[in-house]
């Protein structure tokens, strides 16, 4: 071998060292970002482990079976009808009140799968007493007062369009069917039609496809969580209704990204997320039922639920969320929907945890940082 093969051979040698010099020291810079994770056991299971006594006041009775086809959204925390984990059920009807967290109503599957979105529109109902109405675009209005303002129309059509940009592909239906707004101009005024109690800041009812509220600072955020409830989960068969996960999370991700109104609890568990706190995957898609979990489980769990949504909605452009819930709708395994939807690596649950927790961490991904 001639002088000038060795020194090629040496020189391409030293190239790739450096290059691999290089990569190890790139990757492993990034990999610091993402520290050993802390992943809770799912607290909703019946077989949890125990853990140790937290300090709370002692629950009052809990509030009688309540006729009424609503689930509710609080406005403040509740003086009664707390569980002693945290969350205020109503086992008499098939509808769930969740008091004690703002801003996290949640619906029964029997009332999501009962959303009417076919035949013919026939005549709106009159107002009630002491308010009035009026036929927009995309809703019904009813408005307490005189007549209703352009200011809460033009809101709320404003509101729809952002909406649609990320919802559009799931509910076709709005071009022709109106959803029912009820608009009080104060919280008695709403108990009194709706007769829910005090804490109560908003009420829906899905397969009606009504949404109360009462003019308040979280008004707005109420009513885009509700809209997303109405015009996503619509798009499962009720045989197969949206998973719990999957609507809250687009829920949450709607009210925090398209409504203006993010929660005041959702930066905080996000950055626990951020730090190694949360459930595994397998965990979050599996939970159908936040009955008996306490009040910081909850958050965690909405925290989480929102942040994995957001990631697929960042993760790829195009329609790949919609191939994703299409085929959750259509009755396939998640991590099978994941795979037809984005592709490698994403190929199982584990693969989608572990990418996400690394987006947490450094937005390399999504291309979004927090």
């Not at 450096?18 to 056991?41: P, T």
């Not at 799912?42 to 629950?59: D, E, G, I, W």
């Not at 509740?78 to 996290?104: C, E, R």
Request: hydrophobic share 35%; proline share 6%.
């Amino acid at each position: 071998m001639d002088i000038i093969a060795k020194l090629r051979i040496v020189f391409w040698g030293l190239v790739i060292g450096l290059w691999g010099l290089f990569m190890y020291q790139y990757v492993s810079e990034d990999m610091s970002a993402l520290k050993r994770f802390k992943i809770v056991s799912n607290p909703f299971s019946s077989n949890r482990p125990s853990r140790p006594p937290v300090l709370k006041h002692t629950a009052p009775p809990a509030y009688p079976p309540d006729p009424g086809n609503y689930t509710v959204a609080s406005s403040t925390r509740p003086v009664a009808g707390q569980s002693s984990l945290g969350l205020v059920t109503n086992t008499g009807g098939h509808v769930k009140d969740i008091a004690p967290t703002a801003m996290m109503p949640v619906h029964s599957q029997q009332d999501k799968t009962q959303i009417v979105t076919t035949g013919e529109e026939g005549d709106y109902p009159d107002a009630p007493g002491g308010f009035a109405r009026k036929v927009t675009r995309h809703f019904v209005l009813y408005e307490e007062g005189a007549e209703v303002s352009d200011e809460l129309e033009n809101q709320l059509e404003s509101l729809h369009g952002n909406i649609m940009l990320d919802l559009v592909a799931f509910s076709p239906w709005t071009r022709e069917k109106k959803v029912f707004i009820y608009y009080s101009s104060s919280p008695e005024t709403y108990r009194k039609l709706t007769g829910r109690p005090a804490w109560s800041g908003g009420a829906a009812s899905l397969s009606e496809r009504k949404i109360y509220v009462y003019k308040s600072d979280e008004a707005f955020g109420i009513l885009a969580h509700e809209l997303t409830h109405i015009y996503f989960d619509s798009f499962f068969p009720s045989t197969n209704p949206s998973p719990l996960w999957l609507s809250e999370g687009v829920a949450t991700y709607i009210q925090a990204e398209r409504g203006f109104s993010t929660p005041n609890w959702l930066a905080l568990n996000l950055k626990l997320l951020e730090g190694g706190s949360g459930f595994k995957l397998g965990d979050l898609v599996r939970i159908e039922n936040l009955q008996g979990a306490d009040e910081d489980n909850v958050r965690l769990w909405y925290a989480q639920a929102y942040s994995v949504v957001r990631f697929l909605m960042k993760l790829k452009a195009g329609d790949a969320f919609y191939v994703f819930c299409k085929g959750i709708r259509d009755g396939r395994p998640p991590a099978q929907s994941l795979y037809q939807a984005y592709g490698m690596p994403y190929n199982k649950l584990s693969s989608l945890e572990y990418a996400w927790r690394y987006d947490l961490k450094t937005g390399k991904i999504s291309g979004v940082n927090r």
